[in-house]
């Protein structure tokens, strides 16, 4: 039997602590009260641990857990912890044992109950050791055992005594395990030397372990003399049961020394022994013995019994093995990560206390000089927020800048075009003025005819002065709608006149800065078109603000050292156009602005950059790098897109697209 089982029946109040039907009647008593308190807790613990049926003990226990999770009472919800994790390893579920028992150390530490933490410890060890996982099980076995050798004796079932003699043998046992044997037989020699239990008499577990250890060092003498000195202190103790694992042991010696007698006599009492607390692995030992032994004397019946009861039990014991991976397994994934981690920081609470004690000191002087970093970075921050600002304002106005320029432009060809109408009005009047005249000398002289017809001259006069006053009037109120800040309301637009209308005054404007400039302007508008719905003072500024480009981009070249391409003069050409465009499936329809010039053309390593703010291509002083960023802004926001399209010295289109109904 596994030795920290043992432990659980010996010592570690297991599940099958029988005792006095009076104590259990009591017991039984005190729950059926319905009282709702601590002692009904206490009573479902010691009645979980006096059940031998396995589902009853774990019902006992899971109802003083609960009941004890009410009452907020720590001890009591620590010890039916405890109790799950005992009840589950005796079951083979190790992962709820470990669980179980990790949840019950965090209890047991915080309320200082040296006594439960020793007991949680050793037990949680066991299980970490049957998931084979021994470097768990030797961290929690220390513990065990360094509780036990501070606190001294602990009230157990035995009481008086401690866990260091167990704990020694277990640590034995999981090194013997990992197969360091050096070490394995170093504790358990101590778990040997160290009489604690039993009236201060041998245990004959750590004696059969010792002897388990010098079989596999081949120190075959010594362990034969460990082996027989343990039996009679397994009988004395009242372990008969032990005396199997003993035999098998003995029986193994028995066949790698040559005696095939002794080793089958051994092995034969373990494998017709009818004691139900035999284990497996100790059948299958002394069954793989037999096995061997037969085979070598050419026992055929008899090994062929043996071989295919071995095979049998090597099934078994696979499945087992396989089951307990699986749960190994699936407690690394959910639990092991969380709740082990979470409990070996626990240990090493005392170190990182003391780190952080040394550490305060470092942390003041580090608070000062953080402390005094901080006013600079808050001096510097405020600089930073004043250059900010400062850039904000600096920014704002090169956008004004950016919009009185364009608005200079504008006003500069809406006085050229305003001259046109006002010259008519000028000329017509004088024309008039003089006719008035030759009027009055024929009517004294009684010429009706002639009167009549200077009187006709006077009034087709008029009705053209009437004509050029009106466009004057329309272009001035042109000229104040755009001028004026923009409300931002969309309002049904003529498109086409609102792109006929920019191209003549951007025209204009140029030439009244330079009289030098010439250009042809071409235009092809689609009058499917109709109005949509724009800002027409937003729309227009991106309209006058790509011609101006198309215009100074012709200029440019035309001023060039090379103007000729072949043996043709270079003639300057603006074109605006307008379309509709097809609409996918589905999807409303849009239309397409068009401004496109025979200048040089954008460097293609450059085009991606002319809609940032700021970005210019002209000289110094003559651009703000914002109009195109600002009309780009424009289109977007009424839900259009702009774009250029640009071959280097043969010239560029810029594209506005809006929807139809935007």
């Known amino acids: ?61 899971q109802q003083g857990l609960a009941l004890a999770e009410n009452l907020h009472y720590r001890k009591g919800k620590a010890d039916c912890l405890l109790r799950l994790s005992s009840i589950s390893g005796w ?18 530490e915080a309320i200082n109950d040296k006594t439960g933490a020793a007991t949680a410890h050793a037990i ?33 079932l035995m009481p008086g005594h401690s866990l260091t003699v167990p704990m020694l043998g277990e ?42 250890i010098q079989t596999l060092q081949e120190d075959y003498t010594l362990a034969l003399k460990n082996y027989r000195r343990a039996i009679p202190l397994a009988i004395k103790n009242e372990f008969f049961r032990d005396t199997l694992q003993i035999f098998s042991g003995m029986s193994t010696l028995f066949r790698k020394t040559g005696q095939a007698d002794s080793a089958i006599r051994y092995a034969q009492m373990v494998a017709t022994s009818p004691n139900p607390r035999l284990e497996t692995k100790n059948l299958l030992e ?51 990560q969380q709740e082990i981690i979470a409990a070996q920081l626990k240990y090493k609470s005392k170190v990182q206390l003391y780190t952080l004690i040394g550490g305060i000191a470092i942390l003041i002087l580090i608070a000062g000089l953080l402390w005094r970093n901080n006013r600079h970075k808050q ?59 030759e009027l009055k000398a024929e009517a004294n002289k009684g010429n009706l005819e ?19 006053g009106k466009r004057a009037d329309s272009i001035v109120k042109g000229m104040l709608q755009h001028s004026r800040a923009s409300s931002g309301q969309k309002e049904p637009t003529d498109i086409n006149a609102l792109c006929d209308e920019y191209l003549r005054l951007a025209y204009h404007g140029l030439r009244a800065k330079d009289k030098s400039f010439n250009a042809t302007t071409k235009t092809d508008f689609d009058n499917s078109i109709g109005k949509i719905n724009v800002v027409p003072q937003e729309i227009g500024r991106v309209i006058l603000n790509l011609i101006n480009n198309a215009f100074y981009a012709v200029n440019e070249k035309k001023k060039s050292p090379h103007p000729l391409k072949g043996s043709e003069e270079y ?92």
Request: aromatic residues 8%.
């Open 1 to 61: 039997m596994k030795l920290w089982l043992k432990l659980l029946l010996i010592i570690l109040l297991p599940p099958f602590a029988y005792t006095q039907s009076t104590e259990r009647d009591s017991l039984l008593a005190i729950i059926n009260k319905h009282s709702k308190d601590k002692n009904e807790v206490n009573a479902l613990v010691r009645l979980a641990e006096n059940q031998e049926n396995f589902d009853s003990a774990f019902n006992y226990a």
């Open 91 to 108: 079951q083979a579920n190790y992962s709820a044992s470990i669980q179980f028992a990790l949840q019950a150390i965090n209890i047991y």
């Open 124 to 156: 949680v060890q066991g299980s970490f050791r049957e998931i084979g996982d021994y470097r768990s099980s030797l961290t929690h076995a220390f513990a065990a055992l360094k509780i036990s050798k501070d606190a001294g004796p602990m009230n157990f």
């Open 171 to 212: 640590v034995g046992q999981t090194y013997l395990l990992m197969n360091r044997l050096d070490s394995a037989s170093y504790y358990t020699q101590q778990a040997i030397e160290r009489r604690e239990l039993f009236n201060n008499s041998e245990w004959n577990f750590p004696v059969y372990l010792l002897a388990t």
């Open 286 to 336: 002394a069954v793989s013995n037999l096995a061997v032994i037969y085979k070598e004397l050419e026992n055929k019946d008899s090994a062929i019994k043996y071989i295919e009861l071995n095979n049998t039990l090597k099934d078994s014991i696979f499945s087992n093995e396989k089951n307990r991976e699986i749960q190994n397994i699936t407690f690394n994934e959910r639990f092991k």
């Open 379 to 437: 001096r510097a921050k405020e600089k930073i927020e004043k250059a900010y600002r400062d850039l904000k304002n600096t920014q704002a106005q090169l956008i004004q800048s950016e919009k009185m320029a364009s608005l200079g432009e504008l006003t500069a060809g809406i006085a050229h075009e305003i001259q046109n109408p006002l010259n008519f009005v000028n000329n017509f009047s004088e024309v008039n003025e003089e006719l008035l005249k």
């Open 450 to 468: 002639e009167v009549k017809t200077i009187a006709k001259d006077i009034a087709v006069n008029s009705e053209k002065i009437n004509h050029h």
């Open 571 to 662: 003639e300057p050409v603006v074109t605006v156009s307008t379309r509709r465009l097809s609409p996918p499936l589905g999807n409303r329809g849009k239309i397409e602005i068009r401004v496109a010039d025979n200048g040089n053309g954008i460097p293609q390593k450059i085009v991606d950059k002319i809609f940032q703010p700021f970005f210019t291509t002209k000289p110094t002083g003559q651009g703000t790098g914002l109009g195109l960023s600002l009309s780009y802004d424009i289109v977007k926001a009424h839900g259009g897109e702009l774009k250029a399209e640009t071959k280097e010295r043969e010239g560029s289109i810029f594209i506005i697209e809006l929807p139809q109904n935007s």
